[in-house]
């Protein structure tokens, strides 16, 4: 009993945080990843673009890397926000959306929406049941010069019968994207 409990005791004191996870720890691992990572973080496949937006702003671009139908009834969207602009960018307040209960989680992409023209119906990003968006959150409120965000976004899924879906994100330009 005591070499289980020494072994149990290794094994919970062994992590980097301290056991202590992030508050979108749940939220790290989203599919369609390739699972590589030197920093003990799952990342996104970043071999396949589906699509890149050019934002609204010179040199900010969003690239999209998968949009993936999830067991459990809902959507991920994996990407990554490029400051190619060669100056310091600061991120948009309407990044996070405009809910006063979703702003208390810091800064989110929760201002991203998908929909859906065949059932006309808008999709917002999922929220936890402390109401925090199940997006990138606690990002920084500017890109430096040549940096990036990698990010992703969960949404209840549409209808299995829709396949197509337009992105929706303040400063860029609506993006009409496949399910897979």
Do not use: H
């Amino acid at each position: 009993m005591a070499a289980t409990l020494a072994v149990s005791v290794t094994a919970c004191s062994s992590s980097d945080d301290g056991g202590k996870k992030p508050a979108n720890a749940a939220s790290e691992k989203p599919a369609g990843n390739n699972g590589n990572s030197d920093s003990g973080k799952t990342v996104p496949d970043t071999s396949k673009v589906i699509a890149t937006l050019k934002g609204s702003d010179a040199g900010i671009e969003m690239v999209l890397y998968s949009v993936t139908r999830n067991e459990g009834g809902f959507v991920t969207v994996n990407g990554e926000i490029k400051n190619a602009s060669g100056k310091r960018y600061t991120t948009p307040l309407q990044w996070s959306g405009e809910e006063k209960d979703v702003a208390r989680a810091g800064r989110s992409l929760a201002g991203m929406t998908l929909v859906d023209s065949k059932e006309k119906k808008r999709y917002y990003v999922l929220r936890d049941t402390d109401n925090r968006p199940l997006t990138t959150t606690g990002f920084k409120p500017s890109l430096s010069a040549d940096s990036s965000l990698q990010f992703f976004a969960q949404f209840p899924a549409p209808p299995e019968s829709t396949t197509e879906v337009e992105l929706q994100f303040p400063g860029f330009p609506n993006a009409p994207i496949e399910i897979s």
